[in-house]
C-alpha cells in the first residue's frame, strides 16, 4: 500500500468514527427524550391512581362516619327517651307526694 491509500483509508475511517459518534449521540438523544417522556407519563399515571385511591379513602371514611355519627344519634335519642320517661315518673311521684303532704297539712 502506498501512502496515499494509507492516507485515504485513515480518513475514510475517522469519517465513520465521526458517522458513528453522530449516529451514537443522535440515539442516546433519542433514547434520554423517550426516557423522560415515559417518565412523565408514568409519573402523571400514578399521580392520577393516587388521586383515584384518596377519593375513595374520603368517600370510605365519609361513609363511616356517617354510620358512626348515626349510632351516636340513636344511642343518644335511647338515652334521651328514658331520661324523660324516667322524669315522666319522677313527676308522678313528685305530684303523688305533694299530695299527701297537702292533705297531712289539711289535717292538722
Request: hydrophobic share 40%; proline share 0%.
Amino acid at each position: 500500500m502506498d501512502k496515499e491509500e494509507t492516507l485515504r483509508q485513515i480518513k475514510d475511517a475517522e469519517a465513520q468514527v465521526r458517522q458513528s459518534k453522530t449516529v451514537a449521540q443522535a440515539d442516546g438523544e433519542k433514547v434520554l427524550r423517550d426516557a423522560r417522556r415515559e417518565a412523565f407519563e408514568l409519573r402523571e399515571s400514578l399521580r392520577a391512581r393516587a388521586e383515584k385511591r384518596q377519593e375513595e379513602i374520603l368517600k370510605a371514611g365519609d361513609v363511616a362516619t356517617a354510620r358512626e355519627k348515626e349510632a351516636l344519634l340513636a344511642k343518644g335519642r335511647q338515652e334521651a327517651e328514658a331520661l324523660r320517661a324516667q322524669a315522666r315518673s319522677n313527676i308522678d311521684h313528685a305530684v303523688d307526694r305533694l299530695i299527701e303532704k297537702f292533705k297531712g297539712a289539711l289535717n292538722v
